[in-house]
Antibody
Framework: EVQLVESGGGLVQPGRSLRLSCAAS????????MHWVRQAPGKGLEWVSG????????GYADSVKGRFTISRDNAKNSLYLQMNSLRAEDTALYYC????????????????WGQGTMVTVSS | QSALTQPPSASGSPGQSVTISCTGT?????????VSWYQQHPGKAPKLMIY???KRPSGVPDRFSGSKSGNTASLTVSGLQAEDEADYYC??????????FGTGTKVTVL
């Protein structure tokens, strides 16, 4: 079964750091780009960051650039998000998502999602 | 990286059709044929319904269809069913390894 399981969320004070993890199973992890997408309580989806299969291409939303770092360990089938200088507006459910690919061709869509891990930034 | 604009709500009776618009700019929706649509039920993760403007992943009913004209993409749900009641989000590739989601539309089946 194809599965993504996020972990590492919790309550953290403003200005502190947190590291999220996403464990992948059921597919060849190092064949696919991966992303983080967040959803603040009662709000819409926001793309946060993405990383290519070999970590050679990385992108960030302007709202997190310079504070968040995405990485992956293909040997461990894992995706990470290091979040520094956290702000109240970073409070959200953070989803890990797999990028859809057909025969090696990326189609810029997210076909597999985890259930999310909640991050709450508050003093 | 401004969010794509969607109407907050849409509704229709069972069996009817509903169309949701998604308006961006020439830097995202208008610049790439990489518009996708996601369905999200309360408390659940999003589900991919449409990719590359109009293509359906395996398992998605053909009641769901997508199109694009200029900077505006659309999702049409035909033959509305009770289980179609959910939030729907569009998304577009925006260049330079970035993506943008829409503001979301709540679809109600009357």
């Amino acid at each position: 079964e194809v599965q993504l399981v996020e972990s590492g969320g919790g309550l953290v004070q403003p200005g502190r750091s947190l590291r999220l993890s996403c464990a992948a199973s059921g597919f060849t992890f190092d064949d696919y780009a991966m992303h983080w997408v967040r959803q603040a309580p009662g709000k819409g989806l926001e793309w946060v960051s993405g990383i290519s299969w070999n970590s050679g291409s990385i992108g960030y939303a302007d709202s997190v650039k310079g504070r968040f770092t995405i990485s992956r360990d293909n040997a461990k089938n894992s995706l990470y998000l290091q979040m520094n200088s956290l702000r109240a507006e970073d409070t959200a459910l953070y989803y890990c998502a797999k990028e859809l690919t057909f025969g090696g061709v990326i189609v810029e869509a997210f076909d597999i999602w985890g259930q999310g891990t909640m991050v709450t930034v508050s003093s | 990286q401004s969010a794509l604009t969607q109407p907050p709500s849409a509704s229709g009776s069972p069996g009817q059709s509903v169309t949701i618009s998604c308006t961006g700019t020439s830097s995202d929706v208008g610049g790439y044929n990489y518009v996708s649509w996601y369905q999200q039920h309360p408390g659940k993760a999003p589900k991919l319904m449409i990719y590359e403007v109009s293509k359906r992943p395996s398992g998605v009913p053909d009641r769901f269809s997508g199109s694009k004209s200029g900077n505006t993409a659309s999702l049409t749900v035909s033959g509305l069913q009770a289980e179609d009641e959910a939030d729907y989000y569009c998304s577009s590739y925006a260049g330079s390894n970035s993506y943008v989601f829409g503001t979301g539309t709540k679809v109600t089946v009357l």
